[in-house]
């Protein structure tokens, strides 16, 4: 289950990689630092569970990766996927808690705490911008400065979206 975990964290990275490449070529350059930024974020996350699981005596697997193509209609649609994205990784992280307490394996489940904390954080974040854009809908003005603002906030930060 860790290693399936590992291959979700790094599809992620993979994913908000392959988004913030369509934000640049589409001229939100700060969209763009926001997705590149998060794709560093989750690689990191990989990187937790990789050195987690070879510790405990486990061996990572580093997965294969393919986003196939990817392209977006609007900004709100690159937001939607991601928090559908993020609501498939957090019913992931729940079933590997859930798989902890049944095996009693209480130094797994004390680990994955980080991840349930993350996933309140990047579902709220991912909420939050989208309400952002439900607002400002196709008003071009508020676009920009929508994307100007989003260049300066942290991927895991919900205190600091944007006020466009
Ligand atoms: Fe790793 O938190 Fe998003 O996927």
Redesign the pocket.
């Known amino acids: 289950m860790l290693n399936k975990q590992i291959e ?2 790094a599809n ?1 990275s993979h994913l908000y990689l392959a988004m913030a490449c369509w934000a640049e070529c589409n001229g939100y350059g700060g969209t763009a630092n926001f997705l590149y930024r998060h794709s560093d ?2 690689r990191m ?1 990989m990187l937790k569970l990789v050195k987690f699981v070879n510790e405990r005596g486990g061996k990572a697997i580093i997965p294969n990766l393919s986003v196939g193509k990817v392209s977006f209609s609007s900004l709100k649609a690159v937001f939607e996927k991601l928090l559908e ?2 609501m498939g ?1 957090t019913n992931s992280i729940n079933e590997v808690v859930f798989r902890c307490l049944e095996e009693k394996d209480y130094t797994t489940h004390a680990f994955m705490q980080w ?1 349930v904390t ?2 309140l954080e ?1 579902e709220a974040l991912a909420r939050n911008v989208l309400d952002k854009l439900k607002l400002i809908d196709n008003d071009k003005g508020g676009l920009y400065l929508f994307d100007r603002d989003l260049a300066n906030i942290q991927a895991d930060s919900v205190a600091n979206t944007p006020t466009a």
């Open positions: 979700l964290e992620s974020e989750e996350h994205h993020e990784v991840y993350e996933q990047e």
